[in-house]
């Protein structure tokens, strides 16, 4: 079933496939340019009376159910399979769906049959009456040879960093193979999402990944005003944009600084740093807080800038762009820097479209995909910027790709805190104060049951994409979230092969994938 990425879908209408069936429109849909957005297991409870007496005696758990997008038609696609056990895995035939197997098979015990490699996401699943296993204690990929020797690093590292374990396969110092383990950080978000929305919902978003707050937020509320039909407000959509492209700017700028530093070039390192915190400080000036948090609710914000606190946060802006434009022109400007950053941890473009990378490991290998574009929250305009791409999916076009998006970044905030300072002078020309009115809308007390929804919300890392499917009592039955880095660490592993053990630190910094925002 097609239809609008803006709009939800009736559950009812999204067609009830045999596993065959839905395996063969799915390998269809990818040939035809589709890609993966969200595969999981939809609960039996989920399911009508009348499509379960097709399945009688099946005592499965849960069927299940794709969503696909094709970007350029800004169009989506959904289907599903009734309840089962066992179905014939696609992973070969659709790398981007090796992660999406593995975890319906871990979250349900549904068995993708033929899979190459079942190995855990986030947790091995235990035997039937044993205890679960903890992240990581699992069989590990292994290169034979007399010469041939294996390096495990994490999960616990130096400095203040999120758990994760990595195992490289080397020969003398090239990396054959990394494998990179995950799960650390499970907390059970989506679990705790089951049986909404809840009040905490919002402040939980917050805490998917701390460095997203903004992002997975905006996803939730999107969802949610996209199952009621609420429409935002104008002035909750600049807001809502400031505040996306704010934690853009900072998560960009201090990643610039942070991939200098690995390359032994401090000026860039020590001032990225600094002007960072510039960034978050203008955040905190919209909401009170550095990472956004507060800031979007249901229906649109919880705060409002006046003509004078726009003026004044616009001559922060400006600094803040002089400053981090100059030390970011040093740094690309050296090289040693440039040298170093060439030519390492490359990823082509073939295979980012094969894993269905996303964000700016994705534009970096040429790979045109933005969520601000095919899938625009609002009518807003984009200032007229292109999908700033790089070529070669190198280090250095990784790093391009975050300079061109500061840039960019800056000239949209500015144009949104002059639209919104001229609606405030607007509104007090015409006697009238803004009022809650104007930057909130309200919401229902209840969902429609039945339906499902999806918000694409193009974060700093990439694209983040909330689904929820409702119950018939409006509630959710199913709430998965698919933070960028669930499409981009297969990215990194494939970016080391080939490369010097020593080149893992930069290629790492480079991706700055979310441990967290994985480990949901």
Known sequence: MRFSYASPARLADIPCLDAASLRAAILTQVAHGWRVLAFFGLPRALYAPGELALVAGNTAAAGLCCVMAHDRQQELWASRCLPLDRYASMSLECPQLQRFEREVHEAWGI????????????????????????????????????????????????????????????YGENVLNLEISLGFQHRGVEKMLAGGPHLRDAALMECVAGDTSVGHCTAYCVVLERLAGVSVPLRAQLLRRMGLEFERLANHTGDLGAIAGDTGFLPTSS?????????LNMTAEICGNRFGRGLVCPGGVSRDLDPAACRGLLDRLRAGWRDVRGAVDVMFASPSVLDRLTGTGCVSLRTAEVFGMVGVAARACGLPRDARRHAPLSRLPL???????????????????????????????????????????????????????????????????????VAQVEGWRGELCHVAVTDAEGRFGVYKIYDPSWHNWSGLEMALRGEQISDFPLCNKSFNLSYCGHDL
């Open 111 to 170: 068995v993708p049959e033929g899979h190459p490699w079942l190995k855990p996401v986030r947790y091995t699943t235990p035997a039937p009456g044993a205890e679960r296993p903890g992240p990581a204690q699992c069989d590990h990929y292994r290169v034979e040879g007399s010469e041939v020797h294996e390096v495990a690093v994490g999960p616990v590292h130096a400095g203040i960093i999120e758990p994760g374990h990595f195992r490289f396969q080397c």
């Open 271 to 279: 001032w990225n740093g600094r002007i960072r915190g510039d960034f």
């Open 383 to 453: 200032e007229d910027t292109d999908i700033r791409t790089a070529q070669g999916g190198d280090v250095l076009g990784r790093a391009t790709v975050r300079r061109l998006e500061v840039a960019d970044s800056v000239r949209l905030v500015e144009a949104d805190l002059q639209h919104l300072a001229r609606l405030g002078e607007e509104e007090k020309l015409n006697g009238s104060e803004s009022d809650a009115a104007l930057w909130r809308a309200p919401m229902p007390g209840a969902l429609p049951g039945g339906m499902l929804a």
